[in-house]
C-alpha cells in the first residue's frame, strides 16, 4: 500500500539521518481498500499524510499557485493536470534551481 510504501522509506531515512542526506518526496498512489492517498517524507524520517504537497526549492511558488483554487476536491481530472502545470511553470520560471 501507499502508507506502507511511505513508512517503509521513512524508517530508512531515519536510520540513516547522520548521512547528511537531502530528501523531500512525495509518495502517492492508489490502495483498493484506501482510496488515493499522499505522504511526504524527508531526510529526517519525517512522514505527513495530507491532501496536497509542494516540494524543492521552488515549492513556495508552486504552492502560491496551488492555494488559489482553495483546496477543491471536485475539479475533473482535466482540471488537476492543468492546475498542476501551472504551479510548476510557475515554479520552474520564479526559481532558478527549479526544473
Do not use: C, P, W
Not at 28 to 45: A, P, R
Not at 59 to 82: H, K, N, P, W, Y
Request: hydrophobic residues 40%.
Amino acid at each position: 500500500s501507499v502508507a506502507r510504501a511511505s513508512r517503509i522509506l521513512s524508517n530508512v531515512l531515519y536510520q540513516n539521518r547522520g548521512l547528511d542526506l537531502s530528501v523531500g518526496t512525495m509518495i502517492m498512489g492508489y490502495h483498493h481498500l484506501d482510496g488515493f492517498s499522499i505522504y511526504y517524507v524527508d531526510n529526517t524520517g519525517v512522514r505527513i499524510k495530507g491532501d496536497m504537497f509542494a516540494v524543492g526549492s521552488g515549492s513556495t511558488f508552486a504552492q502560491g499557485i496551488l492555494d488559489t483554487e482553495e483546496r477543491r476536491f471536485d475539479m475533473s481530472e482535466e482540471e488537476a493536470v492543468a492546475l498542476g502545470i501551472r504551479a510548476i511553470r510557475h515554479a520552474t520560471l520564479r526559481d532558478a534551481m527549479s526544473g
